[in-house]
């Protein structure tokens, strides 16, 4: 049998273009840092530093660092526990139950911060974005904490009851440590979306460095300024990008030698299945009820068409903005995946972290940085549709990556080395071998990419073309005029369009991993 990894190690030939491509691919990924940056040291040092150390940064800084600290522990809490809850438990209808715990990813969190502001006008501050955020964000952390428990073998766990250990204190002994890859993952991406987060606090009239950029852009339209404030949002996504990679560690809890995994026992709630019952259909209803029901409300209140004009065009704009960003970015993404699957180098791993740094910039960063580019260099690409997708493709790049390189895991390296003996250069043989092998990749990374960009809104807000009304900014303007009968048929139908990929989410978390 040909090993699975003769790709990995001797490639197809013609590295030199696909290493080209990836090069050029992390250049553009990079340049949003390297424009914020420049444009906020462009007056000096000194200039920035004033700017930096001012009591509004310091507010805003204290906020930012509040919310990220009160909303992923939450998150982390709930998260965590409703995963043991639905996975190691005798709850009833466990599979209903994780259903419904990831559904409310279908719900854009500018859209439940909507619907609990239409219906609860007086929620606001901290308090409010830590609501919201949480009820928006705790998916993220229960879907790999679950996943993993269902492919923990449970030896350990068994062992640990033998020598006395009860329910919680297996738990906190064995089950937690064996989670915190999953765990501190789910965190990581709570914290960068917290990062990154306008439309909620926006609403909530929460101010934080996100909001600070758009506001100062938008009134002003001082870059310098929205510069600064940038990077210091950049120095905090780098500061949690570290933290966690110190804090996950290189541990390993794998399974060594052969045999079974051991399914475990799940554990009887006895009393305690009623007050878990309730907690989890509390939190059910706050998390997707509310936003549901508000939304069908102001459907039925707002007396507006839900198929109108109006967001049928958005609709078309979203969907075609979407199929070419789906179709760039993973076309973009397929030489970097390729090259990382190939080698391991210091090239290699740095395009990988510069690609993936860049994605977890908060949207109105990357925007700032390209308007930035097209004012003072590029022109004519100011308010063209073209610089709107190269913003999404630098924020969701790794989302195809992801896909793309699973897939080229899978393929058999044996077959593309039998195409090149047989004579097809290494085009032809990528062409006519190696993508029909990896197409389920390649779709399902520009399904994620494609559904991303249909609810993106911070960067569209500053990069959208006059005239161009995508679904996020269709509500986002109804919703900032407190039009919220004319939002409603637009959070309507970003829940519809979300719906896909929270299913794609939760079949891929649920697949057999024994």
């Known amino acids: 049998m040909t090993s699975t990894s003769t790709l990995s190690r ?3 030939g013609g590295i030199g273009p696909v290493a080209i491509s990836a090069v050029v691919v992390a250049g553009i990924c990079v340049l949003p840092l390297l424009v914020i940056l420049a444009t906020a040291t462009e007056s000096g040092l000194g200039v920035a530093a004033q700017q930096v150390f001012r009591p509004r940064v310091g507010e ?6 509040s919310l990220v600290l ?3 522990t939450a998150c982390v809490v709930v998260g965590v526990g409703a ?7 005798e709850l009833p209808a466990a599979r209903w139950w994780r259903l419904a715990l ?3 990813l279908a719900v854009p969190a500018f859209v439940n911060a909507y619907a609990w502001v239409s219906l609860r006008p007086s929620l606001t501050g901290l308090g409010g974005a830590a609501l919201i955020t949480t009820l928006s964000y705790t998916p993220f952390v229960f879907l790999p904490v679950a996943a993993l428990l269902r492919g923990l073998d449970s030896r350990w766990e068994d062992s640990a009851r033998s020598l006395g250990l009860g329910a919680w204190g297996t738990f906190a002994k064995i089950v937690l440590p064996q989670v915190r890859p999953a765990l501190l993952g789910g965190a990581l991406l709570v914290a960068l979306h917290l990062l990154a987060e306008f439309g909620v606090l926006a609403m909530l009239r929460f101010p934080t460095f996100t909001t600070a950029i758009l506001d100062q852009y938008e009134a002003a339209f001082d870059t310098t300024a929205g510069s600064v404030l940038a990077t210091v949002l950049m120095v905090l996504t780098a500061l949690v990008l570290t933290g966690e990679r110190f804090a996950r560690g290189r541990g390993s809890l794998a399974r060594i030698g052969s045999g079974v995994r051991v399914q475990p026992q799940r554990v009887p709630l006895g009393r305690w299945a009623g007050p878990a019952i309730v907690g989890l259909t509390t939190w059910v209803l706050l998390s997707l009820g509310v936003p549901m029901y508000a939304v069908g409300h102001w459907l039925g209140a707002g007396g507006t068409p839900i198929l109108s004009p109006a967001l049928l065009g958005a609709l078309s704009s979203t969907v075609g903005l979407a199929l070419t960003t789906g179709v760039l970015t993973t076309v973009a993404a397929f030489p970097v995946a390729l090259l990382l699957h190939r080698r391991r180098t210091l090239l290699t791993e740095s395009i990988e972290r510069i690609t993936y740094f860049a994605s977890s910039l908060p949207g109105v960063v990357v925007a700032l940085a390209l308007v930035t580019v097209a004012i003072r260099w590029i022109g004519p690409l100011y308010q063209t549709p073209f610089l709107l997708v190269i913003a999404y493709a630098i924020l969701f790049i790794p989302r195809a990556m992801v896909s793309i390189r699973a897939a080229l895991a899978q393929a058999p390296g044996g077959l593309l080395e039998a195409a090149r003996s047989l004579g097809d250069s290494p085009w032809r043989a990528t062409r006519r071998v190696l993508l029909p092998l990896i197409a389920p990749g390649l779709l399902s990374g520009f399904a994620m990419v494609f559904l991303a960009t249909c609810v993106e809104l911070t960067a569209t807000l500053l990069l959208a073309p006059t005239g161009t009304t995508t679904l996020a900014t269709g509500f986002w303007a109804a919703s900032d005029s407190l039009d919220y009968g004319v939002a409603a048929p637009y959070a309507l139908m970003m829940i519809l369009v979300s719906a896909p990929l929270t299913w794609l989410l939760l079949s891929n978390s649920t697949k057999d991993t024994r």
Request: proline share 5%.
């Open 10 to 12: 001797r490639g197809t």
């Open 60 to 65: 805003l800084l204290g906020n930012t660092v």
């Open 70 to 72: 009160v909303t992923t």
């Open 83 to 89: 995963a043991w809850l639905v996975e190691r438990t």
């Open 102 to 104: 990831v559904a409310p």
